[in-house]
């Protein structure tokens, strides 16, 4: 069976020093692997997915992932950080393409001081 | 408009009250979606429709009892309620076609915030 872990349920940055953000998946197949962001008081909005192309993949934003096979990873990275990423980021994970197979996270809330 | 609208943004219900939670999507999308949000806990998949079709119902009470008249809305029924059910519900919608590939991407609306007293 599927599952992800996000290791940190808070993560605080100073403005314009780099964002990490840990996933790690469990996946019995090939996943596809994907982040979301929800902002306060809205809904989840896509960032960035990985469907077996390019390991390395771009979003929105400025935000990145790296899909790492040998470690069950995919962390989702940003070089400099804004006060607007301050939010809530979500990995979820897929065995399948079907979208209500999708396993969430149970979230990474990203602070941005200034 | 926005992508998906969900009515209401707030609701405060008593555990005998009825109520309805509305989604409607204007993407074009043929399936829907109900998930649960809680405090500290993942995204819970509540009810799919695909095709205007139930396709999922993750063992949620009976309490609450989707409604798919159309490919672009959605009800949530709720009735006799419990205090444990007090969230945010999200509706979503996406393109998916039966046997084949799609993209996973989900277009969430900003959720109905629930408390039941």
């Known amino acids: 069976a599927q599952s992800v872990t996000q290791l940190d349920s808070h993560v605080s940055v100073s403005e314009g020093t780099p964002v990490l953000l840990r996933c790690n998946y469990s996946?019995?197949?090939?996943?596809?692997l994907f982040w979301y962001v929800q902002h306060p008081n809205k809904g989840l909005q896509l960032l960035l997915k990985y469907t077996s192309a390019a390991t390395l993949v771009k979003g929105i934003n400025g935000f990145e992932a790296e899909f790492k096979k040998s470690e069950t990873s995919f962390h989702l990275t940003k070089p400099s950080a804004h006060m607007s990423d301050a939010a809530e980021y979500f990995c979820?994970?897929?065995?399948?393409?079907?979208?209500?197979?999708?396993?969430f996270g149970t979230g990474t809330r990203l602070q941005v001081f200034p | 408009e926005t992508g998906v609208t969900q009515t209401p943004r707030h609701l405060v219900m008593g555990m005998t009250n009825k109520k309805s939670l509305k989604c409607e999507q204007h993407l074009g999308h043929n399936a829907m979606y109900w998930y649960k949000q809680s405090a500290k806990k993942p995204l819970e998949l509540m009810f799919v429709y695909s095709l205007e079709e139930r396709v999922e119902n993750n063992s949620v009470p009976s309490r609450f009892s989707p409604e798919c008249p159309n490919s672009s809305h959605l009800f949530l029924h709720l009735h006799t309620l419990q205090p444990e059910d007090s969230a945010l519900y999200l509706c979503?919608?996406?393109?998916?076609?039966?046997?084949?590939?799609?993209?996973?991407?989900?277009?969430f609306g900003e959720g109905s915030r629930l408390t039941v007293l």
């Open positions: 996946s019995s197949y090939s996943p596809s």
């Open positions: 979820v994970v897929s065995d399948s393409y079907n979208t209500d197979k999708l396993i």
């Open positions: 979503a919608s996406s393109q998916t076609v039966r046997g084949q590939v799609n993209t996973g991407e989900l277009f």
